[in-house]
T-cell receptor, first 113, second 114 residues
């Protein structure tokens, strides 16, 4: 099955700086790549996603880029704010249908005021 | 719309006790999922139901059973709880139309087994 890895596990940034989290996946047939944000004690919530026919997608201060050849995709957060502090999970669609997602282990992002 | 709801929010069990975690969605979604979340382990799929009347094992199914009661409801049962099942459990649902992968999560159930 699909194997998704995230790096780094923890990232600390100064408020106003940019943060970048990278994920790698193993299955070249995966075609959907979401990013979820989970605040402490809350449920994961989708913040942005990208499909394999697109190289980049932006939504205000967040963007996701996809490199299908290298099988990695990245989350970019610009002008970080304290409310961006959370755990971020990436995921990739499983090949064999049923709309399953394989999740990475998560990245803790800490924005230092 | 309430989205995805889960009960209970918290539960403490003793080893060997049984319980059922309830999940319901009001978005007319076809697929439903149960995950467990442990520190540093991300979200691991326990069971899922691609459509009403079907269920399949995920990555970590041992010690659990599920029931897709109808299109709205998907329950997770622990027949004989073990300390290793201490975790936060999330239910999720997905429309499951062609190309629709977005999963919506419930608020979670925090389970402690002593």
């Amino acid at each position: 099955g699909e194997n998704v890895e995230q790096h780094p596990s923890t990232l600390s940034v100064q408020e106003g700086d940019s943060a970048v989290i990278k994920c790698t996946y193993s299955d070249s047939a995966s075609n959907y790549f979401p990013w979820y944000k989970q605040e402490l004690g809350k449920r994961p919530q989708l913040i942005i996603d990208i499909r394999s026919n697109v190289g980049e997608k932006k939504d205000q201060r967040i963007a996701v880029t996809l490199n299908k050849t290298a099988k990695h995709f990245s989350l970019h957060i610009t002008e970080t704010q304290p409310e961006d502090s959370a755990v971020y999970f990436c995921a990739a669609s499983e090949q064999y249908g049923n709309n399953r997602l394989a999740f990475g282990k998560g990245n803790q992002v800490v924005v230092i005021p | 719309n309430a989205g995805v709801t889960q009960t209970p929010k918290f539960q403490v069990l003793k080893t060997g006790q049984s319980m059922t975690l309830q999940c319901a969605q009001d978005m007319n979604h076809n697929s439903m999922y149960w995950y467990r979340q442990d520190p540093g382990m991300g979200l691991r799929l326990i069971y899922y139901s691609a459509s009403e009347g079907t269920t399949d094992k995920g990555e970590v199914p041992n010690g659990y059973n599920v029931s897709r009661l109808n299109k709205r409801e998907f329950s997770l049962r622990l027949e004989s709880a073990a300390p290793s099942q201490t975790s936060v459990y999330f239910c999720a649902s997905n429309l499951s139309d062609r190309g629709s992968y977005e999963q919506y999560f419930g608020p979670g159930t925090r389970l402690t087994v002593t």
